[in-house]
């Protein structure tokens, strides 16, 4: 009986071992990880079909949609335009970090299809990169079994549209599990370079640079120095992040512009979680949106997740990372509707979920998984359709 079937076996063969010539560990990659890529690929294809059909019966053009709601629009300006001035700050693009934005035109000037579609065609190929990261890392520290449903469950939760949006989301959680993943099995240049992409693409790598930072420095210290590899991750993690807010800082004048902008165009800035206990607990003197208790439900059940993780023991990388990601999202005041996508990265969240998958009987896993895919779908046409602000 092969390990996809058999909850306890082994990670053995379910991601390629360290040695080996790259191209050979590539393939071995792909072949442990293909069940995880089609799941995925199925169950974003039903929520993004359900979507494209529920918005031509209305009378929208959905594809538009996901290549031109709220964020996107501004990556797109960004793509074909470039960045703005300094001046005002309402609503400044300089609050989108670089790295997608440059990798859709770089691709654009390839493909000759129109740049919105690129951009799409971009998030979900980063999408797949991302599910083969986040199935890479459930494989490893469980099994083959566990990697494919975490991988599936991570593409059916509430706000999986985002996935397959011209966002960010999807290509940040790759950058983000395969650098976890690095640091897991010790490749730490990888780690470092992938730390580096991720800081030029969301601000939350924030998250991230401290967690292989932290790793190297401890490998550093276990090696007493005699490897160099540490110490490049070291190196390059925070470039990315600090180049960008750095660049912000030259063009705006001060040392600060970035978080300016964040707050003075923006209305983002960090209170501790205030604004965000207050917007929970509002709830129950007055109604509101769907959204609201939408988001409001995920912020609960991701702590709860977290709190399980800490008691499953999971390793500290990813403890630590979740709880970062946690942090900065329930501490960060202002755009309440957006904090459930905040969390998409923190895929870790996800592994109590996946185990408990794992070791259930087929039909009932069946059930499970066939209420998340209706309920994420529900919730795609929602967002997309009838929620009028940022998903």
């Not at 493909?111 to 990169?129: F, G, H, N, Q, R």
């Not at 490897?227 to 991750?233: K, L």
């Not at 977290?306 to 999971?314: E, H, N, T």
Request: hydrophobic letters at 55%; proline letters at 5%; a positive charge.
């Amino acid at each position: 009986m092969s390990s996809l079937s058999q909850p306890g076996a082994a990670p053995a063969g379910a991601v390629p071992a360290a040695g080996g010539a790259p191209l050979s560990r590539l393939k071995q990659s792909f072949l442990a990880a293909w069940p995880a890529l089609v799941a995925y690929v199925v169950a974003r294809a039903v929520g993004v079909g359900v979507f494209l059909t529920v918005a031509r019966l209305s009378g929208r053009d959905g594809w538009q949609i996901l290549g031109h709601r709220t964020d996107a629009g501004f990556y797109l300006r960004i793509i074909t335009e470039g960045y703005a001035g300094a001046e005002p700050l309402a609503k400044n693009d300089m609050a989108f970090f670089p790295l997608y934005p440059m990798l859709v035109r770089g691709v654009h000037a390839v493909l000759p299809l129109p740049v919105d579609t690129v951009a799409v065609l971009v998030s979900w190929l980063a999408a797949l990169a991302a599910a083969w990261g986040v199935f890479a890392v459930g494989a490893h520290l469980h099994d083959r079994r566990t990697g494919v449903l975490l991988a599936l469950v991570w593409g059916l939760l509430p706000h999986a549209i985002v996935e397959s949006m011209a966002y960010t989301e999807a290509i940040f959680t790759a950058f983000v599990a395969w650098a976890l993943y690095a640091v897991l099995r010790e490749r730490w240049v990888a780690a470092g370079v992938l730390t580096l992409l991720a800081g030029l693409t969301r601000p939350t790598a924030l998250a991230l640079i401290p967690v292989v930072g932290l790793a190297a420095l401890l490998a550093v210290i276990r090696t007493r120095g005699r490897s160099w590899r540490p110490w490049v991750a070291l190196a390059l993690a925070p470039l990315g992040w600090l180049g960008y807010v750095l660049w912000v800082a030259q063009r705006t004048g001060r040392l600060d512009g970035w978080f300016r902008i964040q707050d003075e165009g923006w209305g983002s800035r960090w209170d501790g979680g205030v604004y965000t206990a207050k917007t929970v607990a509002k709830l129950l003197k007055e109604n509101s949106s769907l959204d609201t208790y939408l988001v409001s439900l995920v912020l609960v059940v991701a702590v709860a997740l977290f709190a399980i993780s800490i008691i499953d023991r999971q390793p500290w990388q990813l403890l630590l990372f979740s709880g970062l990601i946690l942090l900065i999202t329930l501490g960060g005041a202002g755009y309440f509707n957006a904090k459930a996508r905040f969390l998409l990265p923190a895929f870790a969240l996800l592994l109590p979920v996946a185990t408990a998958l794992a070791r259930t009987r087929p039909a009932r896993m069946a059930v499970v998984v066939l209420t998340l895919a209706a309920a994420s779908t529900y919730c795609g046409v929602y967002l997309l359709l009838i929620w009028k602000y940022s998903p």
